[in-house]
């Protein structure tokens, strides 16, 4: 696989990857967390599920219109995905969005890695 095509494919695997996040960041702060309240509702954990959501929608969108800076924002955004996973993990009852949230910082990695 030349070099060309490995980006190729993982720009898409990170733009799946983020744009599913986004989804599951946003319904789940907006449903699960709403409803659940406690813990859940908290504004350190409610805040990063809005940012998570926020980040990986611009990634995501940085990547579709070939920004200069799409390498610099998946490293960001991969820090924010592994931070929201992590809380989402110490609050409990997240599994889909500490998945999603997972997938999305390994999938930012590697775009973040590619040589530009």
């Known amino acids: ?30 449903n699960h967390c709403l409803e659940a309240g406690g813990k859940h509702v908290q504004p350190n954990h409610f805040r990063l599920l809005m ?3 926020e980040i990986c929608q611009t990634s995501a969108n940085f990547m579709l219109s070939s920004s200069h800076f799409q390498h610099s924002l ?33 999938a930012c990695r590697q775009m973040a890695n590619i040589q530009h």
């Open 1 to 30: 696989m030349n070099q060309t095509t490995h980006a190729e494919n993982a720009m898409q695997a990170c733009i799946t990857a983020s744009s599913h996040c986004h989804q599951v960041c946003l319904h789940t702060s907006m």
């Open 51 to 53: 940012n998570c959501a």
């Open 74 to 106: 998946c490293a960001v955004c991969a820090e924010i995905c592994e931070a929201c996973a992590a809380d989402c993990e110490k609050i409990g009852d997240m599994d889909e969005c500490i998945q999603a949230c997972r997938n999305c910082a390994e």
